[in-house]
């Protein structure tokens, strides 16, 4: 029986979804961005401790020399973005896409734009925060203690180091998505492929005479910023491609 | 063409067969209640309909599309389970405000009115949630969206009988004021068969019946009274296979339930020999029907 009110279809433009979807997910997910917050302040008291110093000295002078390192910043930030990839690609965090409106395309594309977000976001933040560990070194001085290499960047420098940190930040993002997706279809190659990974990234193992010294080189060694760019691109299309056809392979919902 | 077409449907996980041989259709702005005994297929049926699932052999129609992995059919059902998920970090009366953008048709009053009946905590996160409330805000997203097509599997896990109550007499009353096609899965029929239109009955993978509720209620007829006069007059008279239960209750009495339609003709006569001649409820007709074996329990115990 027709009736007035009787609820009708509804055109679904993919567009549509994948920008809500997108929202929807920052908005949920919000919290992570202030585990990033806390875990940067952490590391802000990490670095705030100097990791290497020599002092010599004679009769009437004495130097002391510490060395100051803004690493913490970036492997926490790091390690935070493998852990968020890594949820973002689980089973139990996809099921929050297909408890609304979704397919698997419009799931993927949101969750790519998600990790891209939130390499920005953290490539600003790190950056950021290693300009606020100047600052605080620099309050920090004592008398006749100074600070080497400034305490300001160059706007430049400060681009520069967003958008490598970015990268790299991306292209790890990428590589932990690709290990959740094969762990999804098979827990034992899932687990496989990290450690795989993680021995052929940093050249621990060599394959008969080929040697891989070391894949990270591949990437850290290159001195042109255009060359570097399009190696990180290039793979993180790769790597996502690659989860996506792997996705494509199973059921949407298990 | 119906709102869902299913034709020779078959679904294997490994060598378990879930589904087989099924073939039915739904048409659109109906209520279904899909009803079935454990490991029945209820669950596998409803998220291959919803597109989560791939049939293994077989097609499935919902809008004359494939639903599979489908964004048109994503974007107009909804499916409604005990593994929705949300995002922790929004409140439960966020996630409202949240999945209202997904539906064209959302009503957030009913949402609203609902959440508060049912005495949610607007702030409480969804995976905290209770079992029972986590069904009712599962089941309020599911009424407010108002999704052309909407699947509920087991909506009222943990639920209490009131709250049940309640949740059927909403659904109820939202899909007569705007119609669409509901299909709603449980084992026990008991307070559902008064909102449902129809019954699409399975057991073990494949389909029992599919009829309205008016035609299951006369699908069958029970008969109680003299053990000897029911076994002489219709018993002798009847196929195996038209008995649908028979079940001696006390010493030389027998109640024995069969299909109407393959009565003998006279068997109103019965009633001279004092014996009664009773309706069988629909969720008792649908145990009988999906029964493993005639008999019952209680043979299990006989044989030992």
Redesign the interface.
């Given at each position: 029986?027709m009736?007035l009110?009787?609820?009708?279809?509804?055109?679904?433009r993919?567009k549509d979804?994948v920008l809500?979807q997108y929202?929807?997910?920052l908005?949920?997910?919000?919290?992570?961005i202030h585990s990033l917050i806390l875990i940067q302040l952490i590391s802000l008291l990490f670095s705030m401790s100097p990791m290497g110093g020599m002092s010599s000295g004679g009769d009437s002078f004495h130097i002391n020399i510490n060395t100051y390192t803004g690493d913490a910043f970036l492997v926490l930030t790091m390690i935070w973005m493998a852990v968020m990839t890594s949820f973002l690609g689980s089973q139990?965090?996809r099921?929050?896409d297909?408890?609304?409106?979704?397919?698997?395309?419009?799931s993927y594309v949101s969750n790519a734009a998600l990790i891209l977000t939130f390499a920005v976001y953290a490539g600003i933040t790190g950056t950021l925060m290693s300009l606020l560990q100047r600052m605080v070194l620099v309050k920090s001085l004592g008398e006749s203690e100074f600070i080497f290499g400034g305490v300001q960047m160059a706007p430049w420098d400060i681009l520069l180091s967003i958008f490598v940190a970015t990268l790299y930040l991306l292209l790890l993002a990428s590589v932990t998505y690709l290990i959740q997706m094969v762990s999804a279809l098979n827990k034992a190659a899932g687990i496989a492929l990290g450690v795989f990974i993680l021995a052929f990234g940093f050249g621990w193992i060599r394959i008969f005479e080929f040697k891989v010294e070391n894949v990270l080189l591949f990437y850290t060694a290159e001195s042109s910023l255009g060359l570097f760019a399009l190696k990180v691109i290039g793979s993180v299309v790769l790597l996502l491609g690659l989860s996506m056809l792997i996705s494509g392979r199973m059921?949407?919902?298990r | 063409m119906s709102f869902i077409e299913v034709h020779d449907l078959k679904k294997t996980y490994g060598n378990i067969q879930a589904i087989h041989d099924l073939s039915f259709a739904i048409e659109e702005?109906t209520i279904t209640g899909l009803i079935g005994r454990n490991g029945a297929g209820k669950t596998t049926l409803l998220?291959m309909i919803a597109?989560?699932?791939?049939p293994t052999q077989g097609e499935i129609k919902v809008?004359a599309r494939d639903p599979?992995?489908?964004?048109?059919v994503?974007?107009?059902m909804?499916?409604v389970d005990d593994?929705?998920?949300?995002?922790?970090?929004?409140t439960l009366v966020?996630i409202l405000k949240?999945?209202a953008?997904?539906?064209?048709?959302w009503d957030s009053r009913i949402a609203d009115g609902l959440f508060d009946y049912f005495r949610l905590n607007p702030q409480q996160r969804h995976g905290n949630l209770s079992k029972g409330s986590k069904s009712i805000f599962n089941a309020i997203i599911g009424i407010a969206s108002?999704?052309?097509l909407t699947l509920m599997d087991e909506p009222t896990t943990g639920m209490d009988s009131a709250v049940r109550k309640d949740f059927y007499r909403a659904l109820l009353k939202d899909y007569i004021?705007?119609?669409?096609t509901v299909i709603l899965s449980s084992h026990l029929l008991g307070e559902l068969e008064d909102i449902l239109e129809d019954i699409l009955l399975l057991d073990q993978g494949t389909k029992r019946a599919h009829r309205s509720i008016l035609e299951m209620k006369e699908y069958a007829l029970g008969f109680r009274g003299n053990a000897q006069v029911i076994r002489e007059k219709l018993l002798c008279r009847l196929e195996e296979e038209e008995i649908l239960y028979q079940e001696e209750f006390a010493k030389g009495s027998l109640y024995l339930v069969a299909e109407t339609e393959h009565l003998p003709e006279g068997y109103e006569k019965l009633r001279q020999h004092e014996v009664e001649i009773v309706p069988v409820g629909i969720d008792d007709l649908c145990i009988y029907l999906t029964a493993g074996k005639k008999g019952g329990i209680d043979d299990v115990f006989k044989r030992g």
């Open positions: 029986m009736s009110n009787e609820v009708k279809l509804s055109s679904v993919f979804i809500k929202l929807y997910k908005k949920g997910h919000s919290g992570w139990a965090y099921s929050i297909f408890s609304l409106v979704s397919n698997r395309i419009t059921e949407v919902k | 702005n998220r597109g989560h699932l791939k809008l599979f992995d489908d964004l048109a994503a974007g107009n909804i499916f593994t929705m998920v949300f995002p922790d970090s929004l966020n949240e999945a953008a997904f539906y064209p048709y108002r999704c052309p004021d705007h119609p669409r």
